[in-house]
């Protein structure tokens, strides 16, 4: 079937299979590696992408329900440099092995776009369905909170 | 040459909080971990596996599946070259007995635990590859099995292998151990069980191999262990050099990428299509069948004097290797030494065995063995220090190794153990005491101590070597086949080599893990890269220094060891300054090499015979105490942890940062342990195949935890550091067990410390009266 969508700003019509998911279509069809696949059920947010500006797991989501939507994955994000989040996340420690990275950015991000004067229990909750096997957490929420407290104020 | 330089007093680098060049390309999501590889022309690779834990099989019938048309290949164990994969330790230069295992690639009559590989399939798409899976016959025959290691050790237990059920056994025995029962006057005992878990790293098994232009077999691959390119070459009966691995940056490791996992079936099905082939392992796939943590049933009983000192210990335990070998006698090894922790304990029998079922394998995870014991020897402990009236850190203090002091097996401690200032100083961060938010909450606190080693077993005789060399604009690059796991291995020797040479980081480009291109430097395991690849860079960066400045000395007339190399310049103290490209293109002309390969060996010895001893085992080891307050509520059983203050002797921090992330993440991973995580098995068979009930921590269910890092510069690594890699996961399950006592006055000495079983004991507690929940 054919679709049309936004993807990173950019119109795109596209023929795709209707049982395919959101994140097959990103990584096989359009060779775009920015989403991660996890689990493939919906638990650990790797494949989190922005679906009209919400964060949805794109493993979960059947390429059909977004015929006319506009999808952002993390490089969407950047426009001629890293985001000042990403910025955070290099500064405060936040990586270890980055394969959930994608999905709590743009987590991170959608959700202080909504909340910008969010604290960090509120961070920690808005993260909650984003798994990290690495960090511990703890420098992931001191730079998402970081990146708020200087968004707020600039 | 020069004479290798000293090292100058002031550190630029070492020691600084730096951002990491893959945090960098992570962030921007530019890295391609092995799941974003492609070739054009690539086929799919898919594992049939048993559904069975036990069964013979009697027909295996690919005809169908290969008659679909798209379908490339569908190989059985017929098919492949050498059937059985030895799991010797990389580059093991001594034959160790017990701890050579094999398993079989694909299985051949029988079966041994669900999740088994049985044929693989190869086609044009994944859809063709699974319904090609799904055409493949297969008769099985379900035998008995046997599912407990205790019962596997009966007589008359279905036997897993010809051989028997006992993989193996190790003991030690020190001291007089009657006599000094006889001088105890506290003794307390206790059962303790640990259970399965998956290590869970958010990117399953993944790789593409193809046939490269000049025939060589080449596996791009998510791995731990690129020098598996030997397994694959001895799979298919090849030279070693036909066979080359290119490790990814993973998307995290934990030890499931120690053993082989997805190389061999890739090599096996490139070799017989010439097609690139492309293998991702779902996450259902990888919770069934990857090997897991060992289980551990531990008995121990301890004896201490009326002021809390420790005369005696006994201790037996028992692990469940499941049903291949992989690393298990290695696993028990560790911890055999470790059981009686990081204390001074003067008469102990440890007697440790290992026995396989039909239960998924279990092999290396983020402690090896000595993580388990952790909550054997530290519940002990609060027994005793309550049973003399101590406070947690007094008794650690009073009993902890010194300098000096031998562990049971006889190997003597050659470093400082900064464990009673550990121990305090996690005690302390731990604050004022929070206030119970109602009646039924209950606040406690608990501390648990441990060691781990960093380092290959010595009579392993590992080495590690990396080449550094300047660009002829100044510029540095780094080769080494570490893999990077996530913790920053990479990050961390462009640290070093910066420091050394006087470069600015970005001014460094470092090559890892490619087994053809990059200088070999074995495993990311064993908490052994910053240790012996920092060193390897070490020596490499210093000898070039020596190198370079030997000319630059030559040009300016003055001695070399009074020239500096820094801010991209050899310079003098009079102020005069050879720029680093004039200065190598004179080393060019002189016939200067303007590299080095550095190559560090660790202190080698011969294998120990634990029981009769002593001897050395490993090269050293790294200490750390763990302090939490829970909340433990009466009417659910539920536990909360508050706070957690994580606190270890790294020797020194070359990035302070990394080595934080590494206590913070380690002490979660640590807490899932110890509260949520568990692999759960009826009969064998796995109910916990997904991510829905495969239970991790998420943000929500832990604290902050507040790493303390302290740096007594006593390590072998370089600049004094210690490994941290494995040690943090240690402390937290027996810290929050300890806690919990400390709130509600029992003790669940079953992990994980689930609401369910603090709920039991409560109600056993009630059963027999207040206060006597210790069921020791």
Known sequence: ?154 | MAEAVTLGRGLRLVGQPVARHDARDKVSAATAYAADWGMPGMLHGTVLRSPYPSARIRRLDTGRARAIPGVAAVLTAKDVPRNTLATDVPGQTTPVGPLRARLYVLAEDRVRYQGEPVALVAAETEELAREALEAIEVEYEPLPGVFDPDRALEPGAARVHEEGNLLARWRIERGDLASAWGRAEAVVEGEYRTQFVDAAYLEPESGVAWIDSDGVITIRVSTQVIEHFRDVAEVLGLPQNRVRVIGTYLGGGFGGKEDVTVEVYLGLLAWKTGRPVKMVWSRQESLLARAKRHPFRMRYRTGATARGELVAQEIELLADAGAYAYLSALVLLYATVTAAGPYRVPAVTIDARVAYTNNPPTSAMRGFGAMQVVLGYESEMDKIARAVRLDPVEVRRLNALQRGDRLPVGQEIESHVALPELAARAWDGLGEPSLPRAPHLKIGRGLAANLQPYGRIVWLHDWSSAWVGFEMDGSLVVRTGVPDVGGGQASSLCQIAAEVLGVDLERVSIHIADSALTPLAGTTTATRQLYMSGNAVLEAATRLKGQILGVAAGILGVDAGALELAEGAAQAPDGRAIPLPELLAQCARQGVPRSYLGVYHAPAGEPVDLERGPGKVFPDYTFGAHAVEVEVDTETGAVRVLKHVAAHDVGRAINPQSVEGQIQGGAVMGLGYGLMEEVILEEGVNLTTSFAAYLIPSALDVPDVEPLVMESGEGLGPFGARGIGEPPIGPPAAAVANAIYDAVGVRVGRLPITPERVWQALQAQTGRGEGSGERS
């Not at chain 1, 795709?16 to 919906?42: A, H, I, S, Y």
């Not at chain 1, 009209?52 to 989501?61: E, I, K």
């Not at chain 1, 059909?64 to 405060?92: D, S």
């Not at chain 1, 993260?127 to 970081?146: F, M, P, Q, S």
């Open chain 1, 1 to 154: 079937m054919r679709i049309a969508l936004t993807l990173n700003g950019r119109t795109r019509e596209l023929e795709v299979p209707p049982n395919q998911t959101l994140l097959q279509l990103l990584r096989d069809t359009l060779g775009l590696f920015d989403p991660k696949e996890g689990c493939g059920e919906g638990v650990c947010g790797a494949c989190t992408i922005l679906l009209d500006g919400r964060p949805v797991s794109s493993c979960l989501v059947l390429v059909p329900t977004v015929h006319g939507r506009a999808i952002l994955t993390l490089r969407g994000l950047e426009a001629g440099g890293l985001h000042p989040l990403q910025e955070a996340f290099v500064r405060h420690g936040a990586v270890q092995c980055g394969f959930c990275t994608p999905g709590i950015l743009l987590t991170a991000y959608a959700f202080l776009e909504g909340h910008p004067e969010a604290d960090r229990k509120a961070i920690r909750r808005a993260l909650g369905g984003n798994l990290c096997r690495c960090t511990g957490y703890a420098k992931i929420l001191d730079a998402v909170e970081a990146y708020a407290r200087e968004a707020t104020r600039g």
